[in-house]
């Protein structure tokens, strides 16, 4: 089995299969917009290697071999660590710039929120990827450019040379035979 995660038990979602390992992986990152993992094992050996990786939360397989595959939804180390500090009483060792800056929430509510949500989707999509109603996302309507009047326009003297100021140009006689040392 997969063990306990430092998180607590409220971040870990279990899911069985028959359905390869690899299948699930390129159906999560073609149609679920998950980056595909290295099968590496974040959590130790025999605690899941990762097949997929999405806004801080992984999906991870116990045994890719395995004839009835069991995955785990978890957050990743990161995530883990944010979450665990939260919930054994050490929030307030994050200030609130390093909130900002790891995860772009200004406290530990919206904190939670964003995590509850991402994790309930990446369950989701890893739900959907197993029993096929996994679906690509609708594609984003593409608006024409509109093309810049100033930049378009073709202006009398435009011929590709920068501006210069008049003096830039100007010759200056060479002097042949000078040294190089004066």
Same mark, same amino acid.
């Given at each position: 089995m @997969?063990?306990? +995660?430092?998180a607590? !038990?409220?971040?870990? /979602?279990? @899911?069985? *299969?028959? *359905?390869?390992? /690899?299948?699930?992986?390129?159906?999560?990152?073609?149609?679920?917009?998950?980056?595909a993992?290295?099968?590496?094992? =974040? +959590?130790? =050996?025999?605690?899941?290697?990762?097949?997929?990786? $999405?806004h801080?939360?992984?999906? %991870?397989?116990?045994?890719?071999?395995?004839?009835?595959?069991? @995955?785990?939804?978890?957050?990743?180390?990161? %995530?883990?660590?944010?979450?665990?500090? &939260?919930?054994?009483? +050490?929030?307030?060792?994050?200030? =609130?710039?390093?909130?900002?800056?790891?995860?772009?929430?200004?406290n530990?509510?919206?904190?939670?929120? %964003?995590?509850? *949500? $991402? @994790? $309930?989707?990446?369950?989701?999509?890893?739900? $959907?990827?197993?029993d096929?109603?996994?679906?690509? !996302?609708?594609?984003?309507?593409?608006?024409?450019?509109? !093309?810049?009047?100033?930049?378009?326009?073709?202006?009398?003297?435009? #011929?590709?040379?920068?501006?210069? =100021?008049?003096?830039?140009? &100007?010759?200056?006689?060479?002097?042949?035979?000078?040294?190089? #040392? /004066?």
């Amino acid at each position: 089995m @997969f063990g306990l +995660y430092p998180a607590g !038990p409220e971040w870990v /979602r279990h @899911f069985t *299969t028959t *359905t390869p390992a /690899r299948e699930i992986q390129q159906l999560l990152v073609k149609h679920a917009g998950f980056t595909a993992g290295l099968f590496h094992q =974040p +959590y130790g =050996p025999a605690r899941g290697a990762v097949i997929a990786v $999405r806004h801080g939360f992984v999906v %991870m397989v116990q045994d890719v071999d395995a004839t009835e595959i069991e @995955f785990v939804v978890a957050p990743d180390v990161e %995530m883990t660590n944010l979450l665990w500090s &939260h919930s054994n009483g +050490y929030a307030s060792q994050w200030s =609130p710039r390093e909130l900002k800056a790891l995860t772009a929430c200004e406290n530990w509510e919206q904190l939670l929120t %964003m995590a509850g *949500t $991402r @994790f $309930r989707a990446a369950c989701t999509a890893l739900e $959907r990827a197993i029993d096929g109603t996994i679906e690509p !996302p609708a594609p984003v309507p593409v608006k024409a450019a509109v !093309p810049d009047p100033v930049i378009a326009a073709s202006l009398p003297d435009d #011929d590709d040379v920068p501006w210069l =100021p008049s003096d830039y140009l &100007h010759e200056v006689p060479l002097m042949e035979g000078l040294p190089c #040392d /004066r």
